[in-house]
């Protein structure tokens, strides 16, 4: 898509246009862990405790994305404002910074997670019989992590252009090595968790490296020149500012993931944990479709909101509105109908199947309308709204999910009011995330970009 058609043309038609790639490039993207947990839980034998300890390392991984998120997803809409205003130089600025930060995170985020890995898995609900899983697969996976964040952190650099194809086959190249490479490593070579997260790393340098190379290329609108690879404090601080939303939503999922593993083992043990694994596995794929919807409408509010076409930001938003909610609440009525079979797809052990399928309607039901908060507090981000988006992050989970997960859990629900947390929890915020956009956005408009 070129630049100029991100302003023009049917509004269904252009969100289609760029949503589409960046859909598949996101459901693609999730087979990363997906397919690390489908074939590590079938594995005979040792298979539900290797899915268990292996799925106590997602918060940590989500910690290391979030960063990802905190640069990329701060810099990529500020550069899509900054096309549509007509000012590519500051945007490759932007890119350049936005760089040089994913670079250092990455040292520190390394130093730090070897240094902490283990009372980190421990405090997230591992066991003697789970921890070996989840240490196998963290020692290996945290060589890739300057790969992680450069592929997460500039793809939104990419969308930012209208260039949605090559955002897709940024993720697809490094997800299609991951299918190939998982099996090969885990049964073929006999290798398991550490199979699987070495598949990974290689795949992820894959992405890394297209994604760099593109950039660099002359066909990217946006250029990364090493001239702008440095560290530009009034760069990176309004980076930072925008980006601090979706970096707390990612942290907010660690601290969630917490919550839920660790009061999980309290009550039951490993057989809850490895139901909430496969339950969380199952939606946050699920939900692939809506983020790469986002990805696509928040640069397009940006690129719009920037050129001062209004009618057309509140026509992106109704349409991702109205599509996200349909697709939300055909999620939920999937999962409660076909549990036992969307659960079997992570583990052979009918045994677990028979045990957390019960509890799949008290975890899914919520999401119905969940569609109403991401195109609202997405739009809020296309606008430059970075603290109303922050807070919509924060109420949902930091002041809903989390406390639930205790409160419910404590009463005569028990296990049941755990998963039941989820569903509360997602319910009160999309509502109240959707009602303050109806309220908000002509104010907003009407002020314009700063």
Do not use: W
């Not at 990802?68 to 600025?93: C, M």
């Amino acid at each position: 898509m070129k630049q100029n058609e991100l302003g023009e043309g049917r509004i269904a038609s252009v969100v289609t246009r760029m949503a589409f790639p960046l859909i598949i490039a996101q459901l693609v993207n999730g087979l990363y862990n997906i397919v690390d947990r489908i074939y590590l839980g079938h594995i005979e034998g040792a298979g539900p405790e290797i899915l268990t300890g292996v799925g106590l390392t997602y918060p940590i991984i989500l910690l290391i994305t979030a960063f990802s998120a905190l640069i990329g997803n701060g810099g990529g809409p500020i550069a899509a404002t900054r096309l549509g205003q007509g000012r590519r130089e500051d945007s490759e600025r932007i890119l350049g910074s936005s760089v040089a930060s994913l670079l250092l995170l990455s040292a520190v985020l390394m130093f730090f997670f070897y240094s902490a890995k283990r009372p980190l898995l421990y405090l997230f609900g591992a066991s003697d019989a789970t921890y070996r899983y989840g240490s196998e697969y963290m020692n290996i996976y945290l060589i890739g992590t300057p790969f992680v964040l450069l592929t997460l952190g500039l793809n939104p650099f990419i969308s930012a252009q209208g260039k949605t194809t090559m955002s897709m086959m940024t993720v697809v190249i490094g997800a299609a090595l991951n299918i190939i490479f998982d099996p090969i490593f885990i049964f073929v070579f006999g290798m398991g968790a550490s199979g699987a997260a070495i598949a990974t790393v290689i795949s992820q340098a894959a992405s890394a490296l297209f994604v760099v190379t593109f950039l660099s290329g002359r066909k990217s609108i946006i250029r990364l020149r090493p001239r702008n690879i440095r560290l530009d404090r009034k760069i990176i601080l309004p980076i930072v500012s925008l980006g601090v939303s979706p970096f707390v939503m990612n942290v907010t999922d660690a601290a969630i993931t917490f919550a839920f593993t660790s009061r999980l083992q309290m009550l039951a043990g490993d057989m809850a944990v490895g139901t909430m694994t496969i339950f969380s596995s199952v939606l946050n794929f699920s939900l692939m479709p809506v983020n790469g919807m986002n990805q696509a409408v928040t640069p397009l509010v940006s690129y719009n909101f920037g050129a001062g076409k209004d009618e057309r930001v509140i026509g992106i938003y109704r349409f991702a509105a109205i599509s996200e909610t349909a697709y939300t609440v055909m999620l939920s009525l999937v999962c409660n109908l076909f549990a036992p079979q969307v659960i079997g797809l992570f583990t052979s052990s009918e045994e677990l199947i028979a045990y957390a399928s019960p509890y799949m309607k008290y975890y899914i039901a919520g999401i119905s309308i969940f569609g109403l908060q991401c195109a609202s507090q997405n739009t809020f981000m296309g606008l430059a709204q970075a603290r109303i988006s922050l807070f919509f992050a924060c109420l949902r989970k930091l002041i809903l999910l989390i406390p639930l997960v205790y409160i419910l859990s404590a009463t005569s629900l028990g296990i049941k009011g755990v998963f039941l947390a989820e569903s509360v929890a997602d319910s009160v915020s999309a509502i109240t995330c959707f009602a303050a956009f109806m309220l908000l956005h002509k104010k907003i408009l009407r002020a314009g970009p700063r």
